[in-house]
C-alpha cells in the first residue's frame, strides 16, 4: 500500500513564549490510522501550547515571580527605583543604521509633519473613562490624515536584568508586525536620545524590564519627557509606565492622560486572578497562560474629576474566577497602554490579535476594512495519490477558490520504514502522473510553493523514522521519555552554502519534472535557523509559514539558536530577516484527537477565523492534507465565506 505523506502535524496552537528556548518540548502524537493499520508519526506544525523544557521553564516562571515580587514592593511603598543616568546632551539624531543583511530593521526617512487638528492633539475635556458604544469605534481616536508613504515605526525594548534577553524576543515579535505598514527601526530604551520619537510615524515600547530594587531604571529621562511632549502616537506595553509618571510628574501624566500609573498594579485582592478572555471589536480572544507563569493584566487607576480627559478602554479582560472585567487596553491623547506583553502563550484565538490590529491606529489608520482568506494544500510529493489530488482541484476549481499547492520534490525513504526495510528514493521526474496532477492542478487555480527539498534530514530520525514527511529537515529534534519532541536546535552542517544547496537541489527537481520554479517557499515544520531564513528569501519572493526568530537578530551579535521565539501574523510581514512573510494563522484540519490534544475540526478553523475578524485588514490562512476527503474541506471554506471572507490567491496576501 502506498504510504499517504505527512498524515500528522503538530498542534497549531502555537503559544510564542513556550518556543522562547532551544530544549523545548512539544508534545508527540497519537496515531491515526489508515487500513493498513499503520502508525504514522506526528506530522509537526508549530509549537505546543504548554510544554516547556526543565530550567528554561523555571526561568520562566522566575521572572514572572519576579515582576510580581517588585510590584508587591511598589504598592507598598518600599521599591526603590534609581533613575538612568543622566547622557551627555546631545543634538537630536536620526535613526541608526541597522546591519545590512537585516532590511526590515533599517534607518527611517522622517516622515511629514502632523497636521495641528490631528486627534493625537492634547484635549481638555471632562474626565471620564468611556468605552466604545460599538465595536467599531474602538479605533476612532486615529491619526485623520492617512500614514505617509514612509511609515516608519521605532520598536524600544529592555536588555537589562537577568532577564534582559526576553526583550529582543519581544521586539522582534513587535517589529516583523510593523513590518507590515513600512520600515521599522528596532533598539534597546537604553539607546534612545532626546527627539527620536519625532523621527518615525510611531513609537512602540516593550516593558518587559521591571526596574526597581538593585536594577536601575534604564529608561532615559529623554524618552520620558519626549513621549509626553510629542503629538505622535506612543504605545506603551507592559512594565515602567508609572516611571514615566514620576519621571514628568504624577499630576502632569494625569492632566495629560486621565490616570496614574503610580496607583496601578497587576494584583487586585493580593492575586492576579484568572484572565482568560479579552473582549475587543465584538470578539471574544482567549488568553491561556499556565497556573504560576501569569504576572498578570496591570489595572489603570482612573483619574476622576474635571479637568482630565477621557480615556478611552479599547479592549476589556474579563477574570474567570470573580467575574469582574477590567481594561486591557486603553487610549488617551497620544498614548496607547496595553496592560501585557501580548506575545506570551498565544493561539489562533489569542488577545495579541488585539495588538495585530491596534497597530493600525498608529501606522495606518485609513485602512479599510477587508478580510481575506487563504488555503494551501501541504505535503505533496513524489509518492502522492494523484487521484486525490485531482479531486480536491476539482471542487477547489468549481468553487472558485484559488489556492497554493506544497511540494516536496524528492520523497525519500532511507531506512525503509514504510517499504520493508528496504530504502526508497523518489522524485517528480520519475512520477509521471504525480506531475501530470500537479499541472491539472495548476490549470485549475493552484499556485506551486515549494516545501522543502526532501522533508526529512540524512537517514536519522528526525525525531521520528527519517521519512519525507514526517522529519524536520533544516532543524534537529528528538523524541523524549515522555514521548515530547524536543527542539535540538540548526543541523550539525547548517550555513548559507548548505541551505543553498538544498535550495537548489530542490528547484532543480521541479525543472527536471517540467514544472515550473515556484516562487514560494514553506520551510518543513516552520523550523530553520536565522541562516537558513536569509537563503530562502534570496530564492523566494516570500515564505508562507510561521517561523522562529533567534536572539542577537536585532543586536547584531552573535545569533543564539537556544533562544528563540515563534511567530504567526494576520497579515504579510518584512520580518527582522529582511524577508516577506505570507501569513498562516489558523492551523489546519486534524480530525484524531492525540495526546491531551482534542481534534481540530472546520469549527475549530472557523472559530479562529472569526477571533481574526477584530483585525480590519487581516488575512484567515489554513492548509489541508490531500489525503483527507473534500467534505471537511467544503466545510471548513464556506465556513469562512459565511463571516464574510474572500478567498484569494497567495500573490494577493502582500497587497
Not at 36 to 51: A, E, F, T
Not at 283 to 288: E, G
Not at 621 to 629: G, K, L
Not at 632 to 645: C, D, F, N, S, V
Amino acid at each position: 500500500m502506498r504510504r499517504r505523506s505527512g498524515i500528522f502535524r503538530i498542534s497549531i496552537v502555537f503559544m510564542i513564549v513556550a518556543a522562547l528556548w532551544g530544549g523545548m518540548a512539544l508534545s508527540g502524537a497519537q496515531a491515526a490510522k489508515d487500513p493498513g493499520d499503520r502508525r504514522w508519526p506526528q506530522h509537526l506544525k508549530g509549537i505546543d501550547p504548554v510544554s516547556l523544557s526543565g530550567p528554561k521553564a523555571a526561568e520562566l516562571k522566575a521572572w514572572a515571580k519576579a515582576r510580581l515580587a517588585n510590584d508587591k514592593k511598589r504598592r507598598g511603598g518600599t521599591l526603590a527605583i534609581r533613575p538612568a543616568a543622566p547622557a551627555a546632551p546631545t543634538a537630536p539624531a536620526k535613526p541608526a543604521a541597522a546591519p545590512v543583511d537585516r532590511p526590515a530593521v533599517t534607518p527611517a526617512v522622517k516622515p511629514a509633519a502632523r497636521p495641528a487638528s490631528s486627534s493625537w492633539a492634547t484635549t481638555t475635556r471632562t474626565a471620564l473613562f468611556t468605552k466604545p458604544a460599538a465595536p467599531a469605534k474602538a479605533t476612532t481616536r486615529a491619526v485623520q490624515a492617512a500614514a505617509p508613504a514612509g511609515t516608519t515605526a521605532l520598536v524600544l525594548y529592555d536588555t537589562a536584568g537577568p532577564y534582559g534577553h526576553l526583550g529582543e524576543l519581544y521586539a522582534m515579535a513587535a517589529a516583523n508586525l510593523a513590518g507590515h505598514f513600512g520600515t521599522v527601526t528596532a533598539k534597546p530604551v537604553s539607546a534612545y536620545t532626546r527627539g527620536m520619537v519625532e523621527q518615525y510615524t510611531a513609537t512602540v515600547y516593550l516593558g518587559s524590564t521591571y526596574y526597581g530594587g538593585s536594577l536601575p531604571d534604564a529608561i532615559p529621562a529623554a524618552f520620558y519627557q519626549d513621549a509626553l511632549a510629542t503629538n505622535r502616537p506612543v504605545t506603551w506595553i507592559g512594565d515602567n509606565i508609572w516611571g514615566m509618571a514620576n519621571a514628568v510628574g504624577v499630576s502632569a501624566f494625569q492632566q495629560a492622560y486621565g490616570w496614574d500609573p503610580t496607583n496601578s498594579y497587576y494584583e487586585q485582592g493580593g492575586t492576579v486572578g484568572r484572565i482568560d478572555r479579552v473582549d475587543y471589536k465584538g470578539q471574544r480572544l482567549t488568553r491561556k497562560i499556565p497556573t504560576g507563569f501569569d504576572s498578570g493584566v496591570l489595572h489603570p487607576a482612573l483619574s476622576t474629576g474635571p479637568g482630565f480627559p477621557q480615556v478611552t478602554e479599547l479592549a476589556e479582560a474579563t477574570d474567570a474566577n470573580s467575574g469582574e472585567t477590567s481594561p486591557w487596553a486603553i487610549r488617551s491623547r497620544n498614548l496607547t497602554y496595553v496592560g501585557e506583553i501580548p506575545f506570551s502563550y498565544v493561539s489562533e484565538t489569542d488577545r495579541v490579535i488585539v495588538f495585530e490590529d491596534l497597530l493600525f491606529d498608529v501606522l495606518a489608520p485609513q485602512t479599510a476594512e477587508r478580510h481575506r482568506a487563504f488555503v494551501r494544500l501541504e505535503d505533496i510529493s513524489p509518492e502522492a495519490d494523484p487521484a486525490q489530488l485531482r479531486t480536491l482541484a476539482d471542487y477547489l476549481h468549481s468553487a472558485k477558490v484559488p489556492y497554493g499547492i506544497n511540494v516536496v520534490p524528492v520523497y525519500t525513504d532511507p531506512k525503509g520504514a514504510y517499504n520493508n526495510g528496504v530504502p526508497k528514493t523518489s522524485t517528480l521526474a520519475q512520477r509521471p502522473q504525480v506531475v501530470a496532477a500537479i499541472k491539472y492542478m495548476l490549470e485549475r487555480g493552484a499556485v506551486l510553493m515549494n516545501h522543502g527539498y526532501t522533508h526529512q534530514y540524512r537517514n536519522v530520525a528526525n525525531p521520528y523514522n527519517g521519512v519525507t514527511g514526517d522529519d524536520f529537515e533544516f532543524f534537529r529534534a528528538h523524541v523524549d521519555a515522555g514521548d515530547n519532541v524536543v527542539y535540538d536546535g540548526p543541523v550539525p552542517e547548517d550555513s548559507t552554502a548548505w541551505a543553498q544547496s538544498r535550495v537548489t537541489a530542490g528547484l532543480a527537481a521541479f525543472t527536471a519534472a517540467g514544472l515550473p520554479k515556484p516562487t514560494l517557499w514553506t520551510t518543513p515544520h516552520y523550523a530553520a535557523s536565522a541562516t537558513d531564513y536569509r537563503v530562502f528569501g534570496k530564492n523566494f519572493s516570500a515564505r508562507l509559514e510561521r517561523s522562529l526568530y533567534f536572539a542577537g537578530t536585532l543586536s547584531g551579535g552573535t545569533v543564539n539558536p537556544s533562544r528563540y521565539i515563534g511567530q504567526f501574523f494576520p497579515y504579510a510581514v518584512k520580518d527582522v530577516y529582511g524577508t516577506t512573510v505570507l501569513p498562516e494563522n489558523l492551523g489546519n484540519y486534524e480530525p484524531e484527537p492525540y495526546n491531551n490534544h482534542p481534534a481540530r475540526l472546520p469549527a475549530d478553523l472557523i472559530n479562529s477565523a472569526k477571533a481574526n475578524l477584530a483585525v480590519r485588514d487581516g488575512v484567515a490562512s489554513f492548509f489541508y492534507h490531500p489525503y483527507f476527503a473534500v467534505e471537511p474541506l467544503k466545510q471548513t471554506i464556506e465556513g469562512i465565506r459565511a463571516l464574510g471572507y474572500t478567498f484569494v490567491a497567495p500573490a494577493d496576501l502582500s497587497q
